[in-house]
């Protein structure tokens, strides 16, 4: 799992990529691709299914404010194993909890 911390950012906005091996690489990619008025952080656990991702992130939440975004990139290890009802639960769970 590859993690990098928000905490320690100067920049006006933070962006939390949170995802599968679907996502390796993209929280540098965006990062390139974004203005230097964001911090692009990201946790990514391939083979890891939706509730897995959203639960790994809930202390990174803490440090995030209401002009920061979130992005949660998961869902095929649920689709796979028919446990897509699973993942949106894990999902509306995540977003009323935070």
């Known amino acids: 799992m590859k993690v990098n911390n928000l905490s320690s950012s100067e920049s006006t906005y933070k962006v ?3 995802g599968d091996s679907h996502a390796r690489n993209c929280a540098n990619l965006l990062q390139d691709n974004l203005s230097v008025d964001f911090k692009v952080a990201s946790f990514v656990k391939p083979g890891a299914n939706t509730k897995e991702l959203v639960n790994t992130a809930r ?4 440090a995030l404010h209401s002009d920061d975004l979130v992005v949660v990139w998961g869902g095929a290890n649920d689709i796979s194993k028919n446990n ?3 993942a949106m639960n894990s999902v509306l769970e995540f977003v009323n909890t935070n």
């Open 16 to 18: 939390l990529l949170i």
């Open 59 to 62: 202390n990174e939440m803490k």
């Open 84 to 86: 897509t009802r699973e």
